[in-house]
């Protein structure tokens, strides 16, 4: 290990991470926000969209990432949708994420039982109210632990990004290893670099999970 | 209306070749599961000892393979072994060494859940229904246990499927690899043939994996 060429390669590993970082954020909010949109659909079972969103989420289940980013990328410009590396990037991980969360948010909001609705709507609540105070809470403590693992999930997923050629964390070392075959340095910084992105959100999953555990005990 | 390159296919032996580059990633996926389903039940069995160093050996792999990115994975192995022990690796057999890692590490942890989702009262019960500790697990635990997995693992299938793509980025030619192979070759005639090409492919790959998710959601469902 030469600590020399890791101190030269660091600059570019970390713009790398930023990038990493930044269009994972990114895809996992708009992920997210799918989620939420397609998870009600399906509780309120609005008629023909609920039927639009479950063969969406079966599709987006059922293939990989790196097709459907090669897809977007290279596919859809060909009908006129030109898209850049970094807009493509976040649409395949909302598009692929936006479906492992509506099924995290729909056995949260599945787990919470009819007469709560029934019990708000006898207090005198409208149905805003009634999921907003009383079914929102609920559902998404028991979301959380699926969500936290599929923000996990998708942050890992990212490492597909250098198939559409952008400069995220595995593409930096590919080409490093490429140009000057440090291999042994660029992997460690790779695993390293992974692991400082990776790891805390890891462990505030287990920490949240062992929590909400707790809460759950005895019901 | 351009041609999007849905007669390419079919031109040929493109079909045949784009199948073939599919069953490149069936073939590997399904090793790679042959391989970690048995070597991740004594994986989970082991990880519901007692023993403190096993279990801080195992947690360490297991949560070393789990947050790492598979395609990290296949990097250290494929370039990895390389530079330190001189390996020369094909890519298809280190896509089945890092899936095989993965894959147990993942039924490991499959099966420890399900086995200490099983309620001591279980064992208590079989004990005093005057069972063996070995007839306790063969009528007992085992039937509970395997009700419980079995939908998981046929889900590691697809999981694992789906993930065999990454192996194009370690020069295995599979079916994406074979697909940009066709497209380049018919740049020419049918510029446009990168939409109707990777449709198709995308289509493949949906096929290959939704039975096997039906599937696994029919014995959820049955066996709740």
New interface residues.
Partial sequence: MNFEVIREYLPLYQEAAVLTVKLGVLGIIFALLIGLACALVQYYKVPVIRRIVAAYIEISRNTPLMIQLFFIYYGLPKIGIRTSPEVCGVAGLAFLGGSYMAEAFRSGLNSVEAIQTESAFSLGMNRVQAFFYVILPQAAATSMPPVVANVIFLLKETSIFSAVSLMDLMFTAKDLMGIYHDTTECLFLLVVFYLIILLPVSILGSLLERRLRYAGFGA | M?D??LNIIFKGKNFARLLGGLGVALRISLIAVAISIPLGLILGILMTRKNPILKAILRLYL?FIR??????LL??VF??T???FGWNLSGENAAIIVFSLWGTAEMGDLVRGALIAIPRHQYESAQSLGLSPAQTQIYIIIPQTVRRLLPLSINLI?RM??????V??IGVVEV?KV?QQI?EANRMKT?????G???F??IL??LA??PI?MAARYLEKKWR
């Fill in positions: 351009p999007l390159g949560d947050i790492m990115p598979q395609m990290v990097f250290l370039f990895g390389t530079r330190s697809t499927i789906k993930t065999t793509s990454l194009l980025m994406i697909a497209i510029p446009n043939g990168a939409f090409v990777y449709l492919v995308f790959y949906f994996c939704w998710s």
